[in-house]
């Protein structure tokens, strides 16, 4: 309930006769999510054109709850929703908890604005009491149903007399609020789909925009709220473009300029099926969890909608959300349905790895992002190589090779991290393997540079080549199986092979010198 007070203040801020007048010259767009459920694909594609459109025109991104139908609600699903956007990099500039100054941004809490529009449409005659009950509503549908019709309410109550209306209210009879449809003048003009025609008041009954509990509808909320939040263009997803007739209406009505609307087309998979919003794998926390960057979700999202110049035969690349902001342009948005490609959201991934590591600063983060994920793994592990260089170079050989940096840490991996423990060098000796490090310490570390070399010192010092690679592999790894040695020579980098190497003559000597103590 509100305070006196507050209800003062909320009516005179936004007393719908004295509402404020929109230049429209301002770009204002806004996100208006009902949180009946957690941000999706589809949900964070609207999310992201109407912000990349705000940035481009240097305009505001309102985000709205539209909470109406409270039977619906899933408790956390706001939280949720605003944690999504933010991690995406979507900056909210009004919103709930982000100030504004025409909130409140939850409908739910803005009853009494909508008492007072739905008392303009009363009074102007556009809207009326529909007092028909439940029972004759359900009597109606199944006739049409007999009658294969499609059901629809037949506008009884639009022609009762103010007599038979004060006998109503006397009686305290329920009633809702429906809205006359009259026919459409134009069509539609979408910024995206061009002229759209539907008269809606042939295909429907009178909409009802304020139900017998005095909550709104989501038609009329949305309206309302669009036109005193002073919202300039609506980018939705097309399963609205049927609604926005009637919205048109409305704004009629009410005698206001409607924004400009954009419907952006179906989001479906690359074979052109359906996304479901009930697999859980298109919730934007399941590409969180597993391990995609939001840059690389952004890039493959507005990838599938276009918005954006293209040249045919031209790699992925990957952009900062300002430089996606800065390309935009509504004009490029297809009409056709969006597919989404999988692969390319992966090659986004590995993109921005290597986008990363170009920048000091990012690659720093990314470095110790990737101590965390090691320690993680290996937590009972004392013999780690966590070196910046080494991780350095583990992450410029992984960024094209692999999608996730948590793919680092499995475990045909783990010789990446895990120094071996001390080794005993067998079919080699000391001085041999001092020379082998010599012989590294001046060649380019690529594989089959490393192949033809240690082939090569295999052959000079009479050592089987399959006997000396088994006995580097240990030396390196610890390990009886994995990658080539040059492969896993290469992924190490110089540095920490030789470590490696090194340590290796270091455990024999020790291992000498106690031998030679025990004679
Ligand atoms: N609340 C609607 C939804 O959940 C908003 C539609 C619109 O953007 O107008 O999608």
Same mark, same amino acid.
């Given at each position: ?31 208006? *999510?009902?949180?009946? $459920? ?79 529009? =739905? ?20 009597? %109606?549908? #199944? ?43 134009? *069509? ?49 997803? =097309?399963?609205?473009? &049927? ?25 479906? +998979? ?20 597993? $391990? ?20 045919? $035969? ?38 921005? &790895? ?29 013999? %780690? ?8 170079? =583990? ?9 996730? &940096? ?23 000796? +000391? ?23 240690? #082939?090569?010192?295999?052959?000079? +010092? +009479? =050592? ?15 390990? #009886? ?23 290796? &003559? ?14």
């Amino acid at each position: 309930m509100y305070s006196k007070r507050t209800l003062l203040t909320i009516l005179t801020q936004h007393s719908i006769r004295a509402s404020r007048r929109w230049s429209h010259d301002e770009v204002r767009v806004r996100f208006a *999510p009902s949180p009946t $459920g957690y941000l999706h694909l589809g949900g964070l594609r609207t999310a992201l054109y109407n912000y990349l459109y705000s940035r481009n025109k240097n305009g505001k991104f309102l985000l709205r709850i539209e909470d109406t139908d409270q039977t619906r609600l899933v408790p956390g699903a706001t939280e949720s929703l605003i944690e999504n956007l933010m991690w995406a990099g979507i900056k909210i500039d009004e919103g709930p908890g982000f100030g504004g100054e025409q909130g409140p941004y939850v409908q739910s809490e803005r009853k009494q604005i909508y008492l007072e529009a =739905v008392r303009e449409l009363l009074e102007n005659d556009t809207a009326y009491r529909c007092f028909c009950t439940e029972r004759r509503l359900e009597l %109606l549908r #199944k006739e049409a149903i007999r009658t294969r019709q499609v059901p629809r309410y037949d506008n009884k109550c639009r022609y009762l007399t103010p007599q038979q209306i004060a006998v109503l209210l006397a009686k305290n009879t329920p009633y809702c609020i429906r809205f006359k449809l009259t026919a459409h003048e134009e *069509p539609l003009q979408d910024l995206i789909y061009g002229p759209v025609t539907h008269n809606v008041s042939e295909n429907e009954g009178d909409p009802v925009i304020m139900k017998s509990d005095n909550f709104p509808t989501y038609h009329f909320a949305n309206v309302v709220d669009d036109h005193l939040m002073g919202v300039t263009h609506v980018f939705r997803g =097309v399963e609205w473009q &049927i609604s926005t007739t009637k919205h048109l209406l409305l704004y009629k009505a009410f005698g206001w300029q409607p924004p400009l609307y954009g419907h952006l087309p179906l989001l479906v +998979n690359s074979d052109g099926t359906k996304l479901s919003k009930r697999q859980g794998d298109i919730g934007i926390k399941s590409f969180r969890d597993k $391990g995609y960057f939001s840059e690389a979700l952004v890039n493959y999202v507005v990838s599938a909608g276009g918005g954006f110049e293209h040249t045919p $035969g031209q790699k992925p690349q990957i952009y900062s959300m300002n430089e996606l902001a800065h390309r935009f342009n509504i004009e490029r948005v297809n009409s056709h349905p969006s597919r989404l490609n999988p692969d390319l959201l992966n090659d986004f991934n590995r993109l921005h &790895i290597l986008k990363l590591l170009q920048s000091k600063e990012n690659s720093k983060d990314l470095v110790e992002r990737v101590k965390v994920l090691v320690r993680e793994a290996y937590p009972k592990e004392k013999n %780690l190589d966590l070196g910046n260089p080494h991780i350095e170079n =583990v992450l410029k050989w992984a960024c094209s090779r692999l999608t996730f &940096i948590e793919d680092l840490t499995e475990a045909n991996l783990s010789f990446l991290w895990v120094r071996p423990v001390e080794f005993k060098l067998k079919n080699v000796t +000391n001085d041999q393997m001092e020379s082998l490090i010599a012989n590294l310490e001046n060649i380019e570390f690529t594989k089959d540079n490393l192949n033809l070399k240690l #082939k090569e010192f295999a052959d000079n +010092n +009479n =050592v089987k080549f399959a006997v000396f690679m088994k006995t580097l592999r240990s030396a390196l790894s610890g390990l #009886k199986e994995g990658p080539g040695v040059a492969e896993m020579m290469d992924i190490l980098g110089k540095d920490c092979v030789l470590q490696r190497l090194r340590s290796t &003559i270091h455990a024999q000597s020790k291992e000498a010198a106690a031998n030679v103590v025990k004679k």
